[in-house]
């Protein structure tokens, strides 16, 4: 768990490997994943590097499985996965292998694709021929019929039916054309033959199979009469251009029905050769789903290997590999052993080198994470990456981000809906990863599977505070007040209140959260909401902020930053304390000093009221007091302004104290380095630029006076946007944090909104009609319950508080200028190229 709360110290590695034992350590790296690799040849293009050519064989292996996955999936056969642990990286020599089975398999799959598709397109054209031998017998037997003579005289006119007093014999020609191109197809032949032409058409009911696209179509049988060549050879011309097929079709019935004779025998013919060759052809491809997964990691694998490998550098022997990498301090034995076994398996009798560097590099930032962790961790890396070695935030937004999500969605019902969502996630969550539901929306709700659990369980917790349910109250322990309102005053008076300064209050506070009462005090139950959480928020963003500053004392001690702790750490909690600090202070005086009517430590005498609620004063008007040097004057003679003697003075030496801190923290690290650096040039050695991350003189020399001015003027540059966004933050960030209280105000008073507009209502209803009423006003009510008052309220709730963790919280001692530890491993190289498939 150490390096949940600090990233892993990070070592720069040289790695000198033999040629022959190059692959295969570099595999067991690849299965280990705690090494990243620099490229040792910037310069180098990627086609001119030494392993090139393997990785282009491995790419056209990959391409052949993708065509062998892509058959596999329009053919409805399922991949199996791997079984247990993923095959190991073949070695190079399986490569040969490798690529003649997918060659085989490959010119196999595609001869009989071909050999398929020609089938296909004959019984396409068999079938086509069928369909045109059907129809067309009826529409000769309606040329046929004495009824359709006035037609064709229409057509052709009285004397083009009749040539020398004989019967002039047309043409025709029959063909099949999409269904879709039938009224543009009858429009063109209407116009460019000038009307000259007789169409028939009609409709295959089947729909055909096409053999390029294996979609399914319809289309129409036509045939087409007309007289004369110069027709037929403009009619042959439209129906090229429509796409429309032509089959020969015999003038004579008999002949007509001895083709159709012919055609039924060649397509059962058909039939039967077209099932061998998808006998075939399945066969094929079930064998190939059998290893396709397995054969894909393979390949994935190489190819990594062989693309590692060409980050490497040749020595001038070009017998050895030298790579340089970065790797946790504490696996260096792991790595040692991987390389080890790596070594053995080529057989090579020269062990590998891996030697440390030394560097003036940013080390790359690693922190290790679990299942649960990892969630948490994003939240962070979303904002930016840790600086090398510096205090992660994560563990502790495990516990303050769905805290603070459930002050603002505080409510026991809609928490433990967004609970049991989570908790079902999580308790389903290997069947859940096997799915592998490619939606990215459900994604982002399963990443973060454990954030939503502990939200919805904290803010169940919130809601019993609260005493709020669906906007409804649990009465547990009963009340502490007394009902002192008779019939019918409650019936008579639709807002209610409840008065403290009376004594219907008994003087014994409520033992767990909001007393069940001030429900029905719909008068004045905002105001009390209101003071109690907003008073809740400040107190609560306050202590979030300290705790920031404090975690900056953590960086600083591990940095060695000494002036950093006198000029920054120092001035920063002081100035928070005395200013916030004592503000909230003064709310729990405020909360324990003054009771309502009788005050809090028991007397019962009227004349008492010093102590009471009638002269608590403003916690807010004593804080604009406090920073304007400024006595209020209470109106009420009996009262008095202050809480306890000597406040005015204190609260003046207070301000002035947050005044001197300002100055510090603008120019004391400023000073310090100068000192530092008077320091150096006295004892005769040459000034060198102080490091302003860690306080501590190093670096290259400084060679001039300007240059040294220079750094120094960044340096007061850099405190002086620092001291102005801490002071002007301090304040911002804690009106910040009444955001708690007022998405807390909305989603209380949209649920009450819900209940009052529907659910109660459907309460209300009486009878048979009233149960189908409620049983419909139910389902809207719940409807609008969890789309809106979980869903948005709860997105709402959430993009707050993580803005409270990114600005409010971790602006304090958070830089996050740090990059990744992205090492070379095979599980994620496998995961993002699966994600990428889908």
Not at 583 to 593: C, S
Not at 779 to 804: C, D, K, N, P
Request: aromatic share 12%.
């Amino acid at each position: 768990m150490g390096s949940l709360f600090r990233s892993e110290e990070m070592t720069l590695c040289q790695l000198f490997l033999q040629s022959e034992a190059a692959y295969a350590c570099v595999s067991e790296l690849g299965e280990l994943g705690l090494v990243q690799f620099r490229d040792l040849n910037p310069d180098v293009n990627a086609f001119q590097r030494k392993f090139v050519n393997e990785v282009r064989r491995c790419d056209e292996m990959e391409r052949k499985l993708r065509y062998l996955e892509k058959e596999i999936r329009k053919d409805g056969i399922p991949m199996l996965e791997i079984p247990g642990e993923c095959p190991e990286a073949p070695q190079p020599r399986e490569m040969i292998d490798l690529e003649a089975t997918f060659e085989k398999l490959e010119n196999e799959l595609r001869e009989v694709n071909q050999n398929a598709e020609a089938l296909k397109r004959n019984y396409l054209e068999l079938t086509e021929l069928k369909h045109i031998l059907r129809k067309t017998q009826v529409f000769f037997d309606e040329m046929a019929d004495p009824s359709r003579e006035e037609e064709q005289v229409t057509l052709l006119g009285e004397e083009g039916l009749m040539a020398g007093g004989q019967a002039l014999k047309l043409g025709f020609v029959a063909g099949v054309i999409l269904r879709e191109r039938i009224p543009a197809f009858e429009r063109m032949l209407w116009r460019a033959c000038r009307g000259n032409v007789f169409l028939r058409q009609a409709e295959i009911d089947t729909p055909l199979e096409d053999p390029s696209s294996s979609d399914q179509v319809y289309k129409s049988v036509f045939i087409i009469f007309f007289q004369g060549d110069q027709l037929k050879t403009r009619v042959k011309k439209i129906c090229e251009g429509f796409r429309a097929t032509l089959y020969p079709c015999p003038e004579a019935p008999a002949d007509r029905r001895e083709m159709a004779m012919g055609v039924m025998t060649r397509i059962e013919d058909l039939n039967t050769v077209l099932g061998q060759t998808q006998d075939h052809r399945h066969r094929v491809l079930v064998a190939a789903a059998k290893n396709i997964r397995n054969w894909f990691v393979k390949v994935r694998k190489i190819k990594a290997i062989y693309h590692t490998l060409n980050l490497f550098n040749l020595d001038v022997t070009q017998k050895c590999l030298i790579a340089e990498c970065w790797v946790p301090a504490l696996d260096m034995e792991t790595i040692q052993l991987a390389l080890r076994r790596g070594t053995e398996r080529s057989g090579s009798s020269v062990p590998p080198i891996l030697n440390r560097m030394e560097t003036m590099e940013d080390p790359p930032t690693y922190n290790r994470n679990n299942k649960f962790t990892i969630a948490f961790q994003n939240l962070i890396y979303a904002y930016g990456v840790a600086t090398y070695r510096e205090v992660n935030p994560a563990p502790y937004t495990i516990i303050t981000f769905p805290f603070l999500f459930a002050v603002m969605f505080g409510d026991l019902g809609h928490g433990a809906l967004m609970a049991i969502f989570g908790f079902w996630m999580c308790y389903k969550e290997k069947p859940l990863q096997a799915k592998k539901i490619d939606s990215e929306i459900w994604n982002i709700f399963f990443g973060g599977r454990y954030i939503i659990l502990l939200m919805g369980l904290f803010s169940m917790y919130t809601g019993l505070i609260y005493n709020d349910i669906f906007s409804k109250s649990l009465n547990i322990f009963g009340s502490s007040w007394r009902n002192n309102y008779n019939i019918s005053t409650l019936e008579t008076n639709k807002l209610l209140q409840l008065n403290p300064d009376s004594w219907d209050y008994l003087q014994a506070p409520y033992p767990f959260g909001i007393d069940p009462v001030w429900q029905l005090a719909e008068a004045n139950k905002i105001i009390f909401m209101n003071a109690y959480k907003m008073k809740i928020s400040i107190i609560i963003g306050v202590f979030h902020m300290l705790f920031g500053v404090c975690m900056s004392l953590w960086n600083h001690l591990y940095f060695k930053r000494r002036i950093s702790i006198y000029v920054e750490f120092i001035p920063q909690i002081i100035f928070l304390t005395v200013l916030f600090f004592y503000m909230v202070l003064l709310m729990f005086m405020k909360w324990t000093f003054y009771g309502a009517t009788i005050d809090n430590f028991g007397s019962k005498d009227p004349d008492i009221v010093k102590s009471s609620g009638f002269c608590a004063p403003s916690i807010l008007i004593t804080f604009i007091n406090m920073m304007l040097f400024k006595t209020d004057e209470n109106p009420r003679t009996q009262c008095d302004p202050t809480m306890y003697p000597g406040q005015i003075g204190l609260q003046k030496f207070f301000v002035l104290v947050a005044l001197v801190c300002v100055p510090v923290m603008l120019f004391g690290k400023p000073y310090f380095i100068m000192q530092e650096r008077k320091k150096r040039a006295l004892q005769g050695q040459q000034p060198l630029a102080e490091n302003a991350e860690n306080g501590t003189a190093g670096g290259a020399p400084v060679p001039t006076s300007h240059h040294q001015e220079e750094e120094i003027s960044e340096v007061f540059i850099h405190q002086a946007i620092h001291t102005i966004e801490y002071v002007l933050g301090s304040i911002s960030h804690t009106a910040s944090y009444l955001r708690l209280w007022a998405l807390s105000l909305a989603h209380a008073q949209l649920a009450e909104v819900a209940w009052n507009m529907l659910l109660r209502k459907g309460l209300k209803s009486a009878g048979y009609e009233g149960g189908v009423f409620l049983y419909v006003v139910f389902a809207g009510w719940a409807a609008i319950s969890v789309s809106i008052l979980v869903l948005m309220e709860g997105l709402s709730a959430f993009l707050h508080t993580l803005r409270l963790h990114w600005v409010e919280f971790q602006s304090k001692f958070y830089a996050g200028e740090g990059y990744l530890f992205q090492p070379f491993s095979f599980e994620v190289i496998l995961d993002s190229a699966g994600q990428a498939e889908e």
